[in-house]
């Protein structure tokens, strides 16, 4: 069906920086929306950023003005750059998508990567 693969994580220190990739496979027929949540320890999944079909940008408040996000319609990749990387941005980082597959066109659902570790030492 469709596969969503991230990659790019890593261990860095404090004030360091780490580009995140994810590359979105398969029959499909629309990408609404791509973005990347992520979850600590004993912490609920939250968004970090988004990214919708007509180029409009979101940012959780603890990135913005830290992290970019952006994609390559022609690939079907969405990138997240990390500057200034903190502590409490130790997580797992999550693709996020809401799509529509060719069987399917007029039935778009969530759809989510396998998720990678970035840590953040002090």
């Known amino acids: 069906q469709v596969q969503l693969e991230e990659s790019g994580g890593g261990s860095v220190q404090a004030g360091g920086s780490l580009r995140l990739s994810c590359v979105a496979s398969?029959?499909?027929?629309?990408?609404?929306?791509m973005g990347w949540y992520r979850q600590a320890p004993g912490k609920q999944r939250e968004l970090v950023a988004v990214?919708?079909?007509?180029?409009?940008?979101n940012y959780a408040d603890s990135v913005k003005g830290r992290f970019t996000i952006s994609r390559d319609n022609v690939k079907n990749t969405v990138y997240l750059q990390m500057n200034s990387l903190k502590p409490e941005d130790t997580a797992v980082y999550y693709c996020?998508?809401?799509?529509?597959?060719?069987?399917?066109?007029?039935?778009?659902?969530?759809?989510w990567g396998q998720g990678t570790q970035v840590t953040v030492s002090s």
């Open positions: 990214i919708i079909s007509g180029g409009s940008t």
């Open positions: 996020y998508s809401n799509l529509a597959v060719a069987s399917r066109p007029l039935v778009p659902y969530d759809d």
């Open positions: 398969g029959r499909i027929f629309s990408i609404n929306v």
